[in-house]
Structures are given as structure tokens and as C-alpha cells.
């Protein structure tokens, strides 16, 4: 949770683990360390600026009028700097803002699935697609659920691993091209067409 591009923070949960899950995102939420980035120590630091800032305690806001649970946090943290509290949702349904824009902050909405159908067709209804993860014991669901996400990387029982070989960007409005591999020298090069007309020859 925190100001990353691909900070995962819709989590569809299915329906039979989902109180156990919120109860257990809490308790980390709640003892995660907040202050200088340079302190090892610390898991997150502070916002990028007052703009920043600001949106994300109004986003906060927002999911609270909306109707969403607020678990825990929520508030900025101190009172100096741009901290805000680890911050954990509930009861997030879809067309919340906090599940539609993107917060880039530390703040986790924690939505209820039924089927495998479901949750794919909701986790595609946006307008973001940069990047995803899947967490399961069934390799069959993890390949179906992974090819059928639109994202363009997709991590299946982990999260944020990043090497060098493989390319990653985004799908919809996550971004044109790709870093990485052998994919990301297409974004160095600039490809030509010529066309000549020969002449026949009788």
C-alpha cells in the first residue's frame, strides 16, 4: 500500500474467506511503520506533495460517504509531512470512487466475489489495466483467471517481482509500449516504409 504505479489496491476476495481476510489485512495494516523513507525500519513514507496529499484524504472521504467500511486509518498521520495512516476498506462495491480512480496512497478497498466469472468480468471494468495478480492453489484457475485479466503483467501467487527479461506496461490507460525485454528497444527505434515502383522491362 502505497505511491506505486502498480500498488494492488482493488482485492477481490471470495466470499467464504472474506471476514478472515479483512480481519488479517488489519492487523498488518495497523503495524506497518510510517516516516522517513530513508530509515530501513520504515514500510511507508510520505505523500509526493500537498496535492497529492490532499487527494487521497478526499478520496478517503469520498469512500466514507459512499457507504464503504473504514476499517482502520484514514486520517493523515502526525502532524508533520504528507503521512497518512495505513487505511483499510470494506464493503467496497464497484462504483465507488475509491474503486473506480486511482488513489496512489496507502489505502486498500477490499471487495466480495461469488465466481470466478464474476470477479473477472469486474476486475476488467475499468479504465486501468497496468497490472494484476492472482493468488491460488488451483493452477487451472490461476491460467484462466490470468489470460483472461486485460492487464499487462499479470503475477500469479506473488506480487510486484520485476526482471529485466520481462516486459511490463500496461493494457487501456496504463500506458503505450513496454519496459523491459526485448519489446522496450521498439521504443528506441523508428521504422520506415519506402516503396518503389520498378519499372517493367519487355
Known amino acids: 500500500m502505497g505511491q506505486v504505479c502498480v500498488a494492488g489496491t482493488r482485492l477481490f476476495v471470495q466470499e467464504d474467506i472474506y471476514d478472515e481476510f479483512v480481519k488479517k489485512s488489519v492487523e498488518k495494516a495497523k503495524k506497518r511503520t510510517i516516516g522517513d523513507p530513508y530509515d530501513p525500519a520504515m514500510e511507508s513514507g510520505p505523500q509526493i506533495d500537498q496535492d497529492q496529499f490532499d487527494k487521497i484524504l478526499e478520496l478517503i472521504e469520498s469512500g466514507k460517504k459512499e457507504g464503504a467500511k ?7 498521520k502526525g502532524d508533520k509531512g504528507y503521512f497518512i495512516e495505513s487505511t483499510v476498506f470494506s464493503d467496497v462495491q ?3 470512487r475509491i474503486a473506480k480512480e486511482e488513489i496512489f ?3 486498500q478497498q477490499i471487495m466480495k466475489f461469488k465466481t470466478l466469472e464474476e470477479v473477472i468480468e ?14 491460488t492453489k488451483d493452477i487451472d484457475k ?7 485479466l486485460q ?3 499479470v503475477w500469479v501467487n506473488c506480487y510486484g517481482e520485476a526482471k529485466p527479461q520481462c516486459p511490463h506496461g500496461g493494457f487501456k490507460m496504463s500506458g503505450i509500449g513496454r519496459e523491459f525485454g526485448e519489446y522496450a528497444l521498439q521504443e528506441y527505434t523508428e521504422i520506415k516504409t519506402v516503396t518503389i ?3 517493367h522491362k519487355c
Not at 473504514?70 to 493523515?76: A, D, I, Q, T
Not at 469486474?122 to 493468488?135: D, E, I
Not at 490461476?142 to 483472461?148: G, L, R, T
Request: net charge positive.
Open 151 to 153: 492487464a499487462g503483467t
Open 94 to 96: 464497484d462504483n465507488m
Open 122 to 135: 469486474r476486475a476488467n471494468n475499468t479504465s486501468y489495466g497496468l497490472a494484476a495478480a492472482v493468488f
Open 142 to 148: 490461476a491460467i484462466a483467471v490470468s489470460n483472461a
Open 70 to 76: 473504514l476499517e482502520c486509518g484514514g486520517s493523515r
Open 105 to 107: 496512497g496507502p489505502v
Open 197 to 199: 515502383k520498378i519499372p
